[in-house]
Every structure is written in structure tokens, then in C-alpha cells.
């Protein structure tokens, strides 16, 4: 594949907010089981034979009317979004929906669904939380057994932790594709526009996993043969865009206003596990087990370090080599908003540069996103960062 049918194969899923590729394995006779962000355990889905696909939202090419009924006006976007394209049929070929302990949002977002669409499988899944590794990790265990119950029994096949192990090993080789593409970002970002990535990583939402791993690996190799010279640009990391996603537009601007955007936490449930998942033993607490030792910096996530928040970004940007910080969050987000002042207070001390906005993820205007990326990208080039 040459990277332009790529980059337009992936543009087309993330633009078809119709679902029409789900829709056409569905009526092939594959079920699909949707998500929401952060983070659900996709290997579970597919261990049933099921697709798992992530939803993120109709982003700026939905109107938002019947969805803001069920949901007051201070809150995130995401919700309304959500139910809007439950109430337009988009989302009826899922059988199932996930919605992970993100905020209170999102646990109250399971409730409504189970009003919305009462024929479909819904289960909400209390993260591991707290600071007793050992009762988490059993717990998790026992939530992913529980969970893998059901959707077998949806999927209307047989609980098999051998296939569990196996989708276990997939999703390693997916985390370990997708980690393979913020290295060649972060090492050679003018080879790796973040549209593309980001684009790339959103097709992986609605794709099985092992066409992604081809899809994944192809772009790679595009990117290794790219001839693309460096510009002066300054090196970025974008932080608080981990739940409702940024709009494209959004994430081009910034690139377009003199940033390199070198490491950032957009759809970064497929990265939380850090390292390999044992496929050995019970693969329950195989997963649990990384879930709760090796699981990324986040705010849906418990730290038990009083100054660990502190040191996230200064560490974030140390790794990506980064110049400054972009504290980019969702309007109303708290995960977010709430972190925001301990990983400043963080970056300042560290002497990291940095600047914050808030967005929408059908934030259609992006000036005023570009005058403040390109001014704060020409303050690092004149004055330095640390």
C-alpha cells in the first residue's frame, strides 16, 4: 500500500461516523461490541470473536439536538455526542457497550443506555482503583471473568481462556505497532505528520486487530522511506486530550502554527499497558496484573505518589525531547481540569514551557489555537526552554 491509500483509507473510517465498515461485518455475522475511552479490555471482545470498536463521538459532523436533553450544559461534549448518535440509529449495529470509570459522566452515561437501548448488552467497568496492588489486581481478575461470561454468552460461544491467551498476545503485538509509531514520531516528526498518526490510530479503532497490525506496519515502512527534511519547528507534547478527542482540524492547526507534536495522549487507551502481558498462567490476572502495575500516567487512573503528578509532565517531556508543553483538555472535562494544576505546578518547577487551552471536539474556529501555538512556538525559539 502507498501511504496515500493509507492515510485515505484511514481518513474515510474515521469520517464515517455510519459505521458502514462495522456494519458490513456485522451482517457478515461477526457481532461488534463498542467502548468508550479510556480504556476497556479489547482482548476480552475479541477472545468471543467479536469486534471491538471504539467510540469516540460525531466530532463536528454531527448536530447535537436530541443528545443534549439527556445531559445538562456544563458538561463535556463527549456524552451528547454519544447519545446523539445512539438516538440516529448510527450505533445500532453494536450488540454490546463498555463504559469504563472515566468520570461521572461516563458511569451516568451507562445508566441512560441501558434506557436508550434496552436490548443491548451494557456493562460499566470500575477500573481498578486505590493503593493495595494485591486486592486491585484481584478484583480486575475477577471483573475480566465476570465480563468474559457475558460476552461469551452474547457472542453465544464458549468461555476459552486459550483463546483469551491468544488474543492477549495479539493485543501485545498491537500495543508494541502502535508504540512503533510514536517512536518514529518522536524521532523524525517531519516524516510523521500527526494528522497521519492520528488518523492511522483511529482506523485501528474500528479494525480488527490483526488488520491493523498489516495496516500499522505498512505505514511504518512508508515512514521509513520518507525523505522529508526537518523544519524549524519546536517539539511539543500535547496533555488532557486523553477522553473526548480533539478535532482533526485542531490537531493540523498546531502543527501548521510551528509545533511538532512529538508525544501527547490522544486515544490513549490503546497504549495504557506499558509493557507485554504474560500469556502464561491465568490469563485474568495476567491482564489485571498489568492493568494495575504498568498502566500509563493518567488522570482516570489512582497515584498513589503524592508528587507523582508532579513529575508526569517534566518525565513526558524529558523522554520526547520535547521543548514545551501544550495543556490541551476538553471543556468541562474534571479528570482533566482537576490534574491540570499539580502537572503545571510540575512543568513550571521543572522550567518546562508551557501554555493551556480548552476545546470541543466540534470546535470548528482554530485562529485563535494557532495564534497562541505559533506565539508560544516563536517565544521558545527566541528565549529558549529550560
Not at 24 to 49: M, N, S, T
Not at 89 to 98: Q, V
Not at 105 to 117: D, P, Y
Request: with cysteine; glycine share 8%.
Amino acid at each position: 500500500m502507498s501511504r496515500e491509500s493509507i492515510v485515505k483509507q484511514a481518513r474515510e473510517l474515521y469520517e464515517d461516523i455510519n459505521l458502514a465498515s462495522v456494519v458490513a461485518r456485522v451482517r457478515a455475522g461477526q457481532k461488534a461490541v463498542g467502548y468508550l475511552p479510556v480504556y476497556a479490555p479489547r482482548e476480552v471482545i475479541h477472545a468471543c470473536g467479536m469486534l471491538p470498536v471504539g467510540v469516540h463521538g460525531g466530532g463536528d459532523q454531527v448536530e447535537i439536538i436530541r443528545g443534549d436533553a439527556y445531559y445538562q450544559s456544563y458538561i463535556c461534549h463527549l456524552p451528547r455526542s454519544v447519545v446523539e448518535l445512539a438516538l440516529s440509529g448510527r450505533l445500532d449495529c453494536l450488540s454490546g457497550m463498555l463504559f469504563p470509570s472515566t468520570c461521572d459522566v461516563i458511569r451516568n452515561l451507562s445508566g441512560a443506555w441501558q434506557v436508550l437501548k434496552p436490548d443491548t448488552y451494557v456493562r460499566y467497568l470500575d477500573l481498578p482503583q486505590g493503593g493495595a496492588p494485591e486486592l486491585m489486581t484481584e478484583f480486575w481478575a475477577e471483573e475480566l471473568r465476570v465480563l468474559h461470561r457475558d460476552l461469551a454468552r452474547l457472542a453465544g460461544v464458549e468461555v476459552s481462556q486459550d483463546r483469551l491467551r491468544d488474543s492477549i498476545a495479539l493485543y501485545n503485538r498491537v500495543r508494541e505497532v502502535v508504540r512503533a509509531l510514536y517512536r518514529a514520531r518522536r524521532d523524525h516528526p517531519e516524516r510523521v505528520p500527526s494528522e497521519e498518526l492520528y488518523l492511522v490510530l483511529r482506523a485501528g479503532e474500528v479494525m480488527p486487530p490483526e488488520e491493523f497490525l498489516e495496516f500499522g506496519a505498512a505505514y511504518l515502512a512508508e515512514v521509513a522511506a520518507s525523505t522529508a527534511s526537518p523544519r524549524d519547528n519546536s517539539r511539543v507534547v500535547v496533555v488532557g486530550a486523553f477522553c473526548e478527542q480533539p478535532p482533526l482540524g485542531l490537531i493540523k492547526t498546531l502543527e501548521r502554527a510551528g509545533c511538532y507534536i512529538v508525544d501527547d495522549d490522544f486515544l490513549v487507551g490503546n497504549r495504557t499497558i506499558t509493557r507485554p502481558v504474560a500469556t502464561e498462567g491465568d490469563p485474568y490476572v495476567a491482564l489485571s496484573a498489568a492493568v494495575v502495575h504498568h498502566a500509563v500516567k493518567c488522570p482516570v487512573f489512582y497515584e498513589p505518589d503524592p508528587g507523582g503528578k508532579k513529575r508526569v509532565v517534566p518525565d513526558l517531556a524529558r523522554e520526547a525531547r520535547a521543548d514545551g508543553v501544550i495543556f490541551a483538555a476538553p471543556s468541562f472535562c474534571d479528570p482533566a481540569l482537576l490534574d491540570r494544576p499539580m502537572l503545571r505546578a510540575g512543568a513550571e518547577a521543572a522550567e518546562v514551557p508551557c501554555i493551556a487551552f480548552k476545546y470541543s471536539e466540534n470546535t470548528g474556529q482554530f485562529q485563535q489555537f494557532r495564534e497562541q501555538a505559533g506565539t508560544f512556538s516563536d517565544a521558545i525559539k527566541l528565549w529558549g526552554g529550560r
